[in-house]
């Protein structure tokens, strides 16, 4: 029994597959991101080697995996869902259409995916859910990097835009940092005005 992300549920659906997965469902602030991978065919062993859950990847390691899936002839696609979708929406449908954006982005469309999680976003094909799937299918492995490293990057421009409330380092999630800015310069356009600590602020007035 490995520990690691394999091909096994890519060769049991045969034909191209894509797996998709999401990040951002946590945060205070910024978009959902999600993206859906078909790997290369004939996948090289060290690029194999690279893909992980992202989030037991150091971000040197998530940037190098990210920069060879981008080098390979994997297929990648790329949606998000914005603060206002969230907001319009809620997270966990504001999810499901981010994936569903990456999977139109596909170049190619597959037969088959590969989804992390107990819920799957309505799709062309067939899908099926893989609970903790980041560490068990390498396709949903590499879309978890690609989500994650996109993400992150997109918070670090935005932090530049929005600067105090630690984006670069926190990606928006409710560290003790982000939430004294919080307190300190409340909220902006892009934090999520349904999330707890958010709502909570809004109700408030402010104290300066």
Not at 25 to 37: D, E, K, M, Q
Not at 50 to 59: F, G, H, I, T, V
Not at 73 to 86: C, T
Request: hydrophobic residues 50%; positive net charge.
């Amino acid at each position: 029994m490995t520990d690691r992300p394999d091909l096994s549920r890519e060769r049991a659906l045969g034909g191209l597959v894509a797996g998709l997965d999401e990040v951002g469902r946590g945060p205070l602030a910024g978009p959902v991101v999600a993206a859906a991978v078909i790997l290369p065919e004939n996948l090289a062993p060290g690029l194999a080697a690279m893909l992980n859950d992202s989030k037991k990847l150091r971000p040197a390691a998530r940037e190098a995996a990210y920069a060879a899936l981008c080098a390979s002839e994997a297929v990648i696609g790329i949606g998000a869902a914005s603060v206002h979708d969230i907001v319009r929406l809620n997270i966990l449908h504001a999810s499901m259409l981010a994936m569903r954006r990456a999977f139109a982005k596909l170049a190619v469309t597959p037969n088959a995916a590969l989804v992390d999680g107990n819920r799957a976003p309505s799709l062309p094909c067939t899908v099926q859910c893989v609970v903790g799937g980041d560490g068990k299918s390498l396709s949903i492995a590499a879309a978890s990097i690609v989500a994650k490293v996109v993400r992150d990057r997109g918070m670090a421009r935005l932090d530049r835009r929005y600067p105090g409330y630690g984006w670069a380092d926190n990606a928006g999630y409710g560290t003790p940092a982000h939430l004294a800015a919080l307190h300190r310069l409340g909220p902006c356009a892009h934090h999520r005005v349904g999330f707890a600590p958010i709502a909570a602020l809004l109700a408030v007035p402010r104290q300066d």
